[in-house]
Each structure stands twice: as C-alpha cells, then as structure tokens.
C-alpha cells in the first residue's frame, strides 16, 4: 500500500519539519490505489490542513489514517479524511478554536475575529462530517480545547479502531495555540522560545505600525 507520512508542522515552516498542501499533492500525484497516511502532527495552517483534507478526501482510492503519535489542531482536521482512522493506544486527538496572531486597529480586530469565526465554523463542518457528534457539541469541545485518547476518540466518532502497537508522541508541544496540553509521560513541558520569538516578532511589527 503506498503510505504518506505527515510528521511536522502543517504548511511551511521555519521552526523545523513541515508538510505543505503542495508536498501532499505532488505525492499523491503518483500514488494509485488506496493509501495510509501516518500523522505525528501539533498541527499548523488551517488553510493547509483543509487543502490536504480535501486531496485525501477526493483521492481515487481509500485512504487509511493511522495516528502514530498525535494529530492536533490543524492536524487532527486531515485525520477526518480517513477510511478509517486508526490511533495507537498512547497517541492522541486535540482539538480546538482557530487561533491567531493580528497587528493592527480596532477594524483589524474584528476582521480577525469574524474570520475566525467562519474558520471555526468550517472545521466543525469538517469533525461533523466523520463524528457522531452535533455541530453545538462539537463546539463546545473545540473552545475547551478537547485532548481525546484512542478509546474516547472511537466512542465520539473522531476514529474508528485501535492499533496493536503503541506509537510515541513528537516532543513538539511549543506551540502557543495550545492551551492544554498533556504533560510528561505523553508530551514534555512547552519549549518557549517559539513563544518567545513570536513575541519578538509582534513588538517588530507594532514598532513599525
């Protein structure tokens, strides 16, 4: 069966590995068949994560997802692409409100939000399409920001079955746009220098508004 890795970050990054809508279309380009498609991912681009659903979705062939470590955020959109969506009993599920960085007035702001708002929308549209799950529901878990083990996973509808191996999450869990996240044994405490830098960035850009 062909197989697909997405490990890294969704879309381009300059923080380390990643996986663009166009590195996903270039490969399934030459794939034939049914595919399974491993996902390691904090996530990424929102944007992305619906281009290389909609790939996986319209692909001529099925496609079989198999959560090696984790699939959040943005991530945990493309997993909804599956067949089936098989997790390891210690990989995991987050998912979240679409989360943003915005430099500008008071109009710039609520642009923003209203953007987001759609965002959201579309992403539970995604989660309803493969989970059991009403819209308001699964809402409701995006703004707690839900983490899901294989077993609560299944029973919500968010993945179909268990695999028989247990797989290790990515020690990647700096990003800012999680609020949550499991500690140590499954995921390390965050690295805050991407914080950080993001922080260095904005001033940046503040300074020259």
Same mark, same amino acid.
């Given at each position: 069966?062909?197989e697909?890795?997405?490990?890294?970050?969704?879309?381009e990054?300059? =923080?380390?590995?990643s996986?663009?809508a166009?590195?996903?279309?270039?490969?399934?380009?030459?794939?034939?068949g049914?595919?399974a498609v491993?996902?390691?991912?904090?996530?990424g681009?929102?944007f992305?994560?619906?281009?290389?659903? #909609?790939?996986l979705?319209?692909?001529?062939?099925?496609?079989h997802?198999?959560?090696?470590? =984790?699939?959040?955020?943005?991530?945990?959109?493309?997993?909804?692409?599956?067949?089936?969506?098989?997790?390891?009993?210690?990989?995991?599920?987050?998912?979240?409100?679409? =989360?943003?960085?915005?430099?500008?007035?008071?109009?710039d702001?609520?642009?923003?939000?209203?953007?987001?708002?759609?965002?959201?929308? #579309?992403?539970?549209?995604?989660?309803?399409?493969?989970?059991?799950?009403?819209?308001?529901?699964?809402?409701?878990?995006?703004?707690d920001?839900t983490?899901?083990?294989?077993d609560?996973?299944?029973?919500?509808?968010?993945?179909?079955?268990?695999?028989?191996?247990?797989?290790?999450?990515?020690?990647?869990?700096?990003?800012? =746009?999680? #609020?949550?996240?499991?500690?140590?044994?499954?995921?390390?405490?965050?690295?805050?220098?991407?914080? #950080?830098?993001q922080?260095?960035?904005l001033?940046?850009?503040?300074?020259?508004?």
């Amino acid at each position: 069966m062909n197989e697909l890795t997405i490990y890294g970050d969704i879309g381009e990054s300059f =923080w380390g590995a990643s996986v663009s809508a166009v590195d996903v279309k270039d490969l399934l380009a030459e794939m034939e068949g049914d595919i399974a498609v491993r996902i390691n991912s904090a996530g990424g681009s929102v944007f992305d994560g619906f281009a290389i659903y #909609n790939l996986l979705a319209q692909h001529d062939g099925e496609v079989h997802v198999k959560v090696d470590g =984790w699939a959040a955020s943005a991530a945990s959109v493309i997993a909804m692409a599956g067949d089936t969506i098989e997790m390891a009993d210690n990989s995991m599920i987050m998912i979240h409100d679409p =989360w943003t960085m915005t430099v500008g007035d008071s109009r710039d702001m609520m642009k923003s939000a209203e953007l987001l708002d759609q965002i959201r929308d #579309n992403i539970v549209t995604t989660y309803q399409a493969k989970s059991s799950l009403d819209a308001e529901t699964i809402s409701e878990m995006m703004k707690d920001e839900t983490w899901m083990k294989a077993d609560e996973a299944i029973e919500k509808g968010f993945a179909t079955a268990k695999t028989s191996q247990q797989a290790k999450a990515s020690n990647s869990a700096d990003k800012p =746009w999680m #609020n949550k996240a499991p500690q140590a044994p499954e995921i390390k405490a965050p690295d805050m220098s991407f914080v #950080n830098i993001q922080k260095r960035k904005l001033k940046l850009l503040q300074a020259d508004a």
